[in-house]
């Protein structure tokens, strides 16, 4: 039976609940800006298509640098006020602002769907964990706080739009619960109109945020090295990452600049196969647009038979398309593993680096079809890769040394322990790793070897919420460590002299070791 939209979900229903919602952010032909305190029609829209199936959907109302400018001057007045606002007044509309986006939270689940491609279950999971960490800091921030003062300016964000609740706006609402008023560009890619029903049920609640679009080049000088700014807080892949760094001309100012890095997972003198499959499939959520996916299994040559037949159980399971498409009317929204990539044009650059390195020497031991998806029929599928696994990718391609933020796979093999841990630390620093070994005495000898923050033992790990630590080590992040008490430490000044924990120009100071 051919796939439907499901009735309800079509992207003008999405739209017309932002109207309904927040009719002062969002007008008839376009989305709005806030700075100064108030929604401004200013800026220039651009076209922006859905990565479902190329709907033309609401783009970003991108500023020019002067009126970046003019926007940061408004979130400073606003910082003036807001630090000196007791914290029992603080909290109590930080609350009120979680509330009222738990009041809409299928709407913010279903723009995310249609803006950034997530599944139904994998968006609304991006709007619950936002939700329930902040209220977990509702009830601990008085001990965080205390001893501690606000920045001297609001806090600059600047994200990647996979993650537009869990991520940026969780830390735009801690931050402000922290004394800051708060700056916040959309993401290029997608997440707009999220974001803008997010922030216009914050402000409603008199919560001090700045919510503005534009093209990271145009506004780089202001959002990031403006100096009236207390901290720069940046999201993203590793190029973007270092101009950021770059136009941090005094890198004393206050930084969270959180950077790719190829994060692997370890195979060696292991035996748990059932485990590892049902962990290689969940490694697919959200066809590994994330930054704590792991697209790199280095794997013990002597026992690559075996974990070649769990791989394959587990991939051949993938469901992946249209995550609003159904059979009848009255059914569920299907539950996929993945979606879309973000545009067509990542899916184009990432199906061009597969077959670049398939050229090159790369084997590839599993290649589904997009004939395979759960698609509507005739519908736009140019943004979707159907997954890939790639058995010794050659050295000079991209594959074998970045990120691929998607559903492709590298698989390399070692005989020593030494190739292991190489092979595991290629990309010189990674958010993450995870070392599958059945000896817990051959985990604690490998695992500190590992250039990855957090490293798990039989288990993958994740950013984490509430009072779990976030950071990177070498290149995959610079500044300040984040994750429970860090998240507010980054955010607020303590006694004179004191040494964050984080990657500084001069020093590095990790937490108590995440290993494990």
Not at 176 to 184: H, K, M, P, S, T
Not at 316 to 334: I, K, M, N, T
Not at 366 to 388: E, K
């Amino acid at each position: 039976m051919p796939l439907q939209l499901k009735p309800g979900t079509a992207w003008r229903d999405a739209y017309a609940g932002c109207r309904a919602a927040a009719p002062e952010a969002f007008h008839d032909d376009r989305v709005l800006n806030h700075w100064g305190g108030f929604w401004q029609r200013d800026g220039r829209p651009v076209p922006v298509f859905s990565p479902l199936d190329g709907t033309a959907i609401a783009g970003p109302p991108r500023l020019d640098r002067a009126g970046a400018g003019r926007a940061v001057a408004g979130a400073v007045e606003e910082h003036r006020q807001w630090r000196h606002l007791p914290l029992t007044e603080r909290k109590a509309r930080v609350a009120a602002a979680v509330e009222s986006m738990a009041a809409h939270r299928d709407l913010l689940a279903l723009l995310l769907v249609w803006e950034i491609g997530k599944p139904w279950k994998t968006a609304c999971a991006d709007v619950d964990r936002c939700l329930d960490g902040v209220r977990w800091y509702l009830n601990e921030i008085d001990r965080m706080v205390d001893g501690r003062t606000p920045l001297p300016g609001p806090v600059s964000n600047i994200a990647s739009w996979n993650y537009p609740m869990s991520v940026l706006m969780h830390a735009m609402l801690v931050q402000a619960l922290a004394g800051n008023a708060v700056i916040a560009k959309t993401p290029t890619d997608g997440g707009l109109c999220c974001l803008t029903l997010a922030t216009a049920l914050a402000v409603r609640e008199g919560l001090p945020f700045t919510l503005v679009s534009g093209g990271g080049a145009e506004l780089s000088p202001v959002l990031v090295a403006g100096q009236s700014l207390g901290c720069v807080s940046f999201v993203g892949g590793r190029d973007a990452g270092a101009n950021v760094a770059t136009s941090l001309a005094d890198l004393e100012r206050r930084h969270v600049l959180e950077q790719e890095g190829l994060n692997a997972w370890g195979v060696w003198e292991y035996s748990g196969w059932e485990a590892l499959g049902r962990q290689i499939r969940a490694s697919f959520d959200y066809g590994k647009q994330r930054c704590t996916a792991y697209p790199r299994f280095v794997v013990q040559r002597s026992l690559f038979h075996e974990f070649l037949g769990a791989y394959l159980s587990a991939v051949g399971s993938l469901r992946f398309g249209h995550p609003l498409a159904v059979a009848e009317p009255d059914d569920p929204l299907p539950q996929l593993d993945f979606g879309p990539l973000i545009n067509a044009s990542k899916a184009k650059e990432l199906a061009d680096q597969v077959d670049e390195a398939v050229a090159r020497g790369g084997v590839p031991i599993h290649r589904a079809s997009l004939a395979d998806g759960h698609f509507l029929p005739g519908q736009d599928i140019s943004a979707y890769v159907a997954p890939v696994a790639l058995l010794n990718p050659p050295r000079s391609s991209p594959l074998f040394h970045a990120e691929p933020f998607g559903p492709v796979d590298t698989i390399v093999l070692v005989d020593t322990e030494a190739e292991l841990l190489a092979a595991m630390n290629a990309s010189n620093g990674a958010l993450v790793a995870t070392l599958s070994c059945d000896e817990e005495e051959t985990f604690g000898r490998l695992a500190p070897d590992v250039r990855a923050f957090k490293v798990g033992h039989n288990r993958p790990r994740s950013r984490g919420d509430r009072e779990e630590l976030f950071g990177g080590l070498g290149a995959s992040w610079r500044g300040a460590f984040v994750g429970g008490e860090l998240l507010v430490r980054a955010a607020t000044q303590g006694p004179d002299g004191e040494r964050l924990p984080g990657n500084f120009p001069h020093y590095t100071l990790q937490p108590e070791s995440p290993l494990g």
